[in-house]
């Protein structure tokens, strides 16, 4: 089993909509989550970073992080056809370096 | 800045050849990643290295996979004897000491 679980998908949602990712995790020691977005076709680019537990807001996008059930999410609000990519979660802790434990990501589609 | 340049962008070999990745990564940038997307496992790191030094090989899959650092301008990736479920995106990334984790355009590798 995997350390980091992400429901492949795919999710499809009409223009506007609130879209919501989520990832589960089993290492306790995880404490640096990040959301990565990839184009088809293209690398990943990160696109939220959060330490340890709580919220972080970017624009329309909303990352949390909840350490006590093991579980991520990302929000965004108002969702545009650019949107439209797979989304990935990776997680790291201090003893592994920098090296990054991804989610198998969330194929996103948002139609007009 | 070029970004992460990752060479050749496409590769297409015969079962029992030698292949070849080669990464130049950010200027400035100390850390070097090798990872490797398929479909199936996702998103998995193969090796990464440090000024130059291998910190973590502990993904590579077999001793087939080989890599190197010789300088801080290039890194390369290598298989041999290339097998069919090698066939993956390989990705080159790399990153400052507390920086953000930045990903090349990938090389597609088809062994047949």
């Known amino acids: 089993q995997k350390e980091v679980e992400q429901d492949p998908g795919p999710l499809s949602v009409p223009e506007g909509a609130i879209v919501s990712l989520n990832c589960t995790y089993s290492?306790?020691?995880?404490?640096?989550f990040m959301w990565y977005r990839q184009y088809s076709r293209k690398g990943p680019e990160l696109l939220m970073y959060?330490?340890?537990?709580g919220n972080k807001e970017d624009g329309r996008f909303t990352a949390q992080v909840d350490k006590s059930s093991k579980y991520i999410s990302l929000f965004i609000r108002d969702s545009q056809p650019s949107d439209s990519a797979t989304y990935l979660c990776?997680?790291?802790?201090?003893?592994?370096?920098?090296?990054?434990?991804f989610g198998k990501g969330t194929s996103l589609l948002v139609t007009p | 800045d070029a970004g992460v340049i990752q060479s050749p962008r496409h590769e297409v070999t015969e079962m029992g050849q030698e292949v070849t990745l080669r990464c130049k990564p950010i200027s400035g940038h100390d850390y070097l990643f090798w990872y490797r997307q398929t479909m199936m496992r996702g998103l998995e790191l193969l090796i990464y290295f440090n000024n130059n030094v291998p910190i973590d090989d502990s993904g590579m899959p077999e001793d087939r996979f080989s890599a190197k650092m010789p300088n801080a301008s290039f890194s390369t990736l290598k298989i041999q004897p290339s097998e069919p479920r090698d066939s993956a995106v390989y990705f080159c990334a790399t990153q400052r000491q507390y920086g953000t984790q930045y990903f090349g355009p990938g090389t597609r590798l088809l062994v047949l």
């Open positions: 959060t330490y340890s537990s």
């Open positions: 290492n306790s020691a995880f404490q640096y």
């Open positions: 990776a997680m790291s802790n201090s003893n592994s370096g920098y090296a990054l434990n």
